[in-house]
């Protein structure tokens, strides 16, 4: 079945600078990664999603890359400020059923003022 | 619209006993999946109901089951509890039409078996 591997774990930056955190998936029939984030004591908040027919996709400031040929896919955060602390969550569905999402591992984002 | 409600937001359990999640989706939605979250398996799906019928199962006990009422609303049940079922239980509501729907999530329950 599908897997899907999320790095770094954990990432700390200075408020103001960029984020990134990469997930890999190993269905190449997987055609809908969406990303969440995570705040203490409350359910994942869809942030940005990307379908396999697109390869980057932005909103405000946070992106989404993918490379389907290498079976990654990639969120940035530009600009970040002490809000964006979270746990971000990626995920990968499309060829195992519907509905069915198969999560990362998670990145804790700690962003300093 | 309204987002998506658990019910309870926190449980405290015995081994052995029953426990019932319930979880309303967002108005309009058909399909409701559940999924556990624990610190060392993280994200897990256990299953996907769509016009109350169970339309994907991820590879939980058979003691881990569901249903979704005409309404939409959807149960979990988990029989037989073990210590290793404290988790939180989150659900998530999509309009269920295709593979790519974007899904919400509820604030999740959070059970607890001592």
């Known amino acids: 079945g599908e897997n899907v591997e999320q790095h770094p774990s954990t990432l700390s930056v200075q408020e103001g600078d960029s984020a990134v955190i990469k997930c890999t998936y190993s269905?190449?029939?997987?055609?809908?990664f969406p990303w969440y984030k995570q705040e203490l004591g409350k359910g994942p908040q869809l942030i940005i999603d990307?379908?396999?027919?697109?390869g980057e996709k932005k909103d405000q400031r946070i992106a989404v890359t993918l490379n389907k040929t290498a079976k990654h896919f990639s969120l940035h955060i530009t600009e970040t400020q002490p809000e964006d602390s979270a746990v971000y969550f990626c995920?990968?569905?499309?060829?195992?059923?519907?509905?069915?999402?198969?999560f990362g591992t998670g990145t804790r984002l700690l962003v300093s003022p | 619209k309204a987002g998506v409600t658990q019910t309870p937001r926190y449980l405290i359990k015995t081994r052995g006993q029953q426990v019932t999640l319930s979880c309303s989706p967002i108005?309009?939605?058909?399909?409701v999946s559940w999924y556990q979250q624990t610190p060392g398996q993280g994200l897990q799906f256990l299953f996907e109901?769509?016009?109350?019928?169970?339309?994907n199962k991820g590879n939980f006990p058979g003691r881990f089951s569901g249903r979704q009422f005409s309404n939409s609303r959807s149960e979990m049940n988990v029989s037989t509890l073990e210590l290793g079922d404290s988790a939180l239980y989150l659900c998530?509501?999509?309009?269920?039409?295709?593979?790519?729907?974007?899904?919400?999530f509820g604030p999740g329950t959070r059970l607890t078996v001592l």
């Open positions: 998530a509501s999509s309009s269920g039409l295709a593979a790519e729907t974007k899904q919400f």
């Open positions: 269905d190449s029939a997987s055609n809908y």
């Open positions: 990307i379908r396999s027919n697109v």
């Open positions: 995920a990968a569905s499309g060829n195992t059923g519907f509905q069915k999402l198969v």
């Open positions: 108005s309009g939605h058909r399909s």
């Open positions: 109901y769509f016009s109350e019928t169970q339309r």
